[in-house]
């Protein structure tokens, strides 16, 4: 199992440099749950995070709701606010309304990804809003049609029903997978468990004196690796102990995650990235900063192979169904836009040790243009999504097989 | 090297306790599957459909009449009709072919529960497509049990709905557009088979994946296990979701029917493993044959036997329940688990034993739930 096997290199590396370091604290040990104090009081925050995980999840849902969603209504849900930037109030749970909190503008915003790219951001943005506005056009039209090449309309996977676009595409579905990589992968990966948020003004030097942020219990680098935790466990019934529930907590990469921790070659995942988060945020109390860092890379590793494995997952299980003797166009076309999602998050993966993701933008651009081409999902061949597997897998160190088993 | 040790040796136990055939065995290409097939196809599912078509040709006269008089002699035999062919449906829900997926036969045929508001909303406004697949819900069967059984209380209330209420040509056209509708998918289905798709069926007799048997075999057991073992008991009994839910029982609004159609399609499975000519006593090849000749046995006991078995234990558990099982799931959920679990173990034995011994690979995943 290569995953593990990068683990152990990391964790003897990690084994060699902490026996060379000057810290003269003993070993910190991994935290079983995730609880810190200061003063008796927590000192664990990510309220922010929360809400968004929330939001998103009204959003996607409001896109099938063809009875009473409008355009301005999913856009207002994104953007937290009206056309002309008044508050709006489109959620049915009222303190996401109260919330200042927004979705747009944590989308494509990482610090080490965007900060010098607003351009990009802006484009990755508007991209989510033309998928919303697409709903709208051209798929709610045609509630009653019967989807064909060039027609949007719906179309039956299994008993269920599935509503895509004239390509075949689920807009809500490429909108809630994307959301994993644009916002919770890259809010993650790219920015708070990097050095640049971590590190950024006085932080070293306030956490070192345990100088807290003000009318709070914590130190603003406690707050930040709080706000990376919170994108995964964020809407967790039990944020001390997140793994009792993983998996169920939410429709993104909660979810995700305790669906590779379900396929037996991926395992354990859920354990490493839990201490990963744990033993971070305890070696930021100790004041650890290279075990601090350590960790992050750990993340990144195993978040970025969240993103892989799926993406080939639905790639093959596409694959699959069209290569079936009479393929059910709608069970490809749902796993297919699936995969769509996972695809494009590979650009807010992160590499351990770099500053790149595993997929470039031109790179993941690439993929979508193949599944776009000509009418989309209906004319894509088996040998396309399987050369795009091919390609994903032996970027990371997972083979096509047990991603796909 | 402890560590391949004690591997080695749980693997070799694992292999041991698994299904074996006989190592110096029969060959599974040197039995003749084309008659298998041949037996399928004109002794038990071209029979099943052609008594099938008939019910539903009787069906579609029956509320044809009642549309004409909505009265309660009417209703009653267009009941009786609604039950005959219901009862029939059980015999061959489980065939698939390319054309019974190209017009979604099964699900525009039996899917439930009905979705009640919409379907008073197609009533009172008129604006329907029954060929859409998001109205698989407001059809078939499970609809026309809700329109017969389901609208009121008691009899009398039921027939004004036809008679006087406003709308009332509406529920009649209604009634009389589903009848018709599942008058014709099963036309084009029995159709497909008698010109020229018997042939083709019965002459692809290899064993790779888009053969005969294999997509035939998947598809009969994927029966078993979504529809037989899932949707009638399974899902109910909440083994699904926690909770019980005694609306999502089939025949929820005659209440009485639940038991009578599971039975059937018991039957109905068994019989077709079993190769048993539709609608008569004689035995023909099938599925038990082939895993007899294959001489396949698990821990000691005959893989076929064990199956059968499995049938009687499943069928015994079941006679205990109501005949509603929307009362069984309220009164005492646990003879509905206990019904479940029998029909389950059968899965393993077909699924995993059974498919291993025949060296037919599974061509369905469980959806994600995505």
Redesign the interface.
Same mark, same amino acid.
């Given at each position: 199992m290569n995953l593990s096997k990068s683990l152990l290199i990391i964790a003897a590396f990690i084994f060699t440099i902490s026996c060379d370091t000057n810290n003269t604290n003993d070993e910190i040990a991994t935290p079983e749950t995730y609880e810190f104090t200061r003063n008796g009081e927590s000192t664990v925050s990510f309220s922010g995070q929360t809400t968004r995980i929330k939001m998103s999840g009204e959003l996607t849902s409001a896109m099938t709701d063809f009875d009473n969603t409008t355009k301005e209504l999913l856009l207002e849900m994104f953007r937290n606010q009206t056309e002309n930037g008044a508050d709006a109030n489109p959620f049915s749970e009222a303190e996401l309304n109260a919330a200042t909190k927004n979705i747009k503008s944590k989308v494509a915003a990482s610090t080490d990804f965007f900060s010098t790219n607003t351009a990009v951001s802006s484009e990755i943005k508007t991209q989510f809003e033309t998928w919303l506005t697409a709903q709208v056009d051209e798929v709610f039209p045609n509630e009653n049609i019967q989807a064909q090449p060039g027609v949007a309309g719906q179309i039956a996977d299994g008993s269920s029903t599935r509503y895509v676009s004239a390509k075949g595409f689920e807009y809500n579905q490429l909108v809630a997978k994307s959301l994993i990589g644009a916002l919770m992968t890259d809010q993650i990966l790219n920015n708070y468990v990097s050095t640049s948020v971590l590190d950024a003004g006085t932080n070293i030097e306030d956490n070192n004196n345990g100088i807290t942020a003000e009318g709070k219990t914590y130190t603003n680098m406690e707050h930040k690796w709080d706000e990376a935790f919170g994108y995964l466990y964020g809407n967790s019934s039990n944020t001390a102990n997140p793994n009792l529930t993983i998996g169920q907590d939410d429709s993104f990469l909660n979810k995700y995650l305790g669906r590779v921790e379900g396929d037996d070659d991926f395992a354990g995942i859920a354990q490493d990235i839990f201490d990963a988060f744990a033993l971070g945020r305890a070696a930021i109390v100790e004041g650890d900063y290279e075990l601090r860092d350590e960790q992050a890379e750990i993340l990144r590793a195993q978040i970025s192979a969240i993103i892989g494995v799926r993406a080939v997952y639905y790639l093959q299980s596409g694959k699959t169904v069209l290569e079936q003797a009479n393929p059910d166009f709608g069970t490809a076309f749902h796993d297919l836009s699936e995969a769509y999602g996972f695809v494009y998050s590979l650009q807010f993966t992160r590499q351990p040790g770099t500053g790149q993701p595993y997929f470039t933008k031109a790179e993941v651009d690439g993929f979508i243009s193949l599944l776009e081409a000509g009418n989309g999902l209906w004319d894509v061949t088996p040998q396309t999504l399987q050369d795009i597997s091919v390609d994903i897998a032996s970027k990371f160190n997972f083979t096509i097989e047990e991603a796909s088993n | 090297m402890k560590r391949y040790i004690l591997l080695f040796l749980s693997v070799s136990l694992l292999i041991l306790s698994c299904t074996e055939t006989n190592p110096s065995g029969p060959d599974p290409d040197d039995f003749d599957r084309k008659a298998i097939l041949e037996n399928w196809a004109d002794n038990i599912i071209i029979p099943a459909l052609t008594d099938f078509s008939e019910k539903t040709e009787s069906l579609k006269t029956a509320g044809n009449n009642f549309a004409e008089n909505p009265n309660q002699q009417a209703l009653e035999s267009l009941r009786d009709q609604w039950k005959a062919g219901y009862l029939a449906l059980q015999h061959v829900s489980m065939f698939e072919t =390319?054309k019974t /997926?190209?017009i979604?036969f099964r @699900?525009n045929l039996n +899917?439930y529960p009905v979705d009640t508001a919409e379907v008073k909303e197609n009533i009172n406004q008129g604006n329907y @497509?029954l060929?859409?697949? =998001?109205e +698989?819900d407001q059809q078939g069967f499970p609809t026309l049990d809700y329109l017969l059984y389901g609208l009121a209380g008691n009899n009398a209330e039921i027939l004004s709905f036809y008679n006087s209420g406003e709308n009332s040509s509406d529920y009649r056209n209604y009634v009389v557009d589903l009848v018709t509708r599942i008058d014709s998918l099963t036309d084009i289905v029995l159709n497909d088979w008698n010109s020229g798709f018997r042939d083709e069926f019965v002459n692809n007799s290899g064993n790779g994946a888009?053969s005969s048997i294999d /997509?035939m075999v998947n598809d009969f057991i994927f029966y078993y296990e979504k529809n037989l073992r899932a949707g009638k008991i399974g899902i109910p009994a909440g083994v699904f979701s926690g909770t019980p839910l005694p609306q999502n029982v089939e025949g929820f609004y005659s209440k009485e029917f639940s038991k009578e159609l599971f039975l059937e399609s018991l039957t109905a499975t068994q019989n077709f493993f079993n190769g048993k000519h539709f609608n008569s006593e004689t035995t023909g090849l099938s599925l038990s044959d082939y895993l007899d000749f294959l001489n396949t046995i698990k821990n000691g006991t005959d893989l076929t036997q064990l199956i059968n078995q499995q049938f009687e234990e499943s069928r015994a558990k079941a006679q205990n329940l109501n005949s509603s099982f929307a009362d069984q799931v309220e009164i005492n959920n646990s003879l509905m688990l206990q019904t479940y679990d029998e029909l389950q173990k059968n899965v393993i034995l077909l699924k995993v034993d059974m498919l291993q011994a025949l060296n037919i690979n599974v061509?369905y995943?469980d959806? %994600?739930g %995505?």
């Open positions: - | =390319s /997926m190209e979604r @699900n +899917i @497509n060929k859409l697949p =998001s +698989i888009n /997509m061509d995943v959806a %994600d %995505d």
